[in-house]
Each structure stands twice: as C-alpha cells, then as structure tokens.
C-alpha cells in the first residue's frame, strides 16, 4: 500500500473517532490495541489489517470497507450473452428444395434483319 493511501485511511480513521468523541486510548481499549498502534495508524504508518477494520468497526464504518468487496457489475457483453443464453431458440426457416433450372435449347443466335 502506498504511503499516500496509507496517509489518507489515517486521516479518515483520526477524523471519525475524534467525531465520535473517542481519544486514542479509548480506541485502542476498544480495539484490543495499544494507544501507540492508534497513533501510527492515524499517522500514515502501518498497521495490520485486523485492526483497521476493529476500529472500522467500532466506528460503524465498516459497511463502507465491505462497499469496496461489492460484486462487480455484469459488462453489456455478459448481459447480451445471458440474455441469449435464456432466450428459446428461435425457429428457422425450412428451405425448400429448389427445383433444378430448366436448361433450355440452345437458340441460334438472333441478328438484325430475322424478325421473319
């Protein structure tokens, strides 16, 4: 995780505890962590992954971290393709057998000056 992300989840985290009138002790009694790994957190340094979302969690924010494990929407191609997949087949037209051409007797050539 860059440290720019890293910076902005602090940031979002110290803006909402503070909001919800917690200090950084009380945070870390609730999360089961030290104050000191609040304070890192808070400040862009890293932290595991259980509690950030513990303090997501005691915040009530973690509907927001599981927003981000939404299920992707279907792409138009998919949508057409299930759409095929459930539509009937259609019926076809059945061909008829076409008769064989009739080959003609071959004519003499007509010119100019026969119309006799």
Not at 48 to 57: Q, R, T
Not at 85 to 92: I, L, S
Request: net charge positive; proline share 7%; aromatic share 4%.
């Amino acid at each position: 995780m860059s440290t720019q992300t890293q910076h902005i989840i602090g940031a979002f985290l110290r803006r909402h505890r503070i909001a919800a009138g917690l200090s950084q002790g009380d945070m870390a009694e609730r999360v089961g962590a030290s104050r000191l790994t609040i304070s890192k957190m808070e400040n862009g340094k890293s932290s595991s992954l259980p509690i950030l979302i513990a303090c997501l969690d005691e915040l009530h924010l973690l509907d927001r971290f599981e927003s981000l494990f939404a299920p992707a929407p279907i792409s138009p191609i998919e949508q057409l393709r299930a759409a095929k997949a459930n539509t009937p087949p259609t019926a076809k037209r059945v061909s008829r057998k076409q008769k064989p051409t009739q080959v003609r007797e071959a004519t003499p050539e007509w010119k100019w000056g026969d119309e006799t």
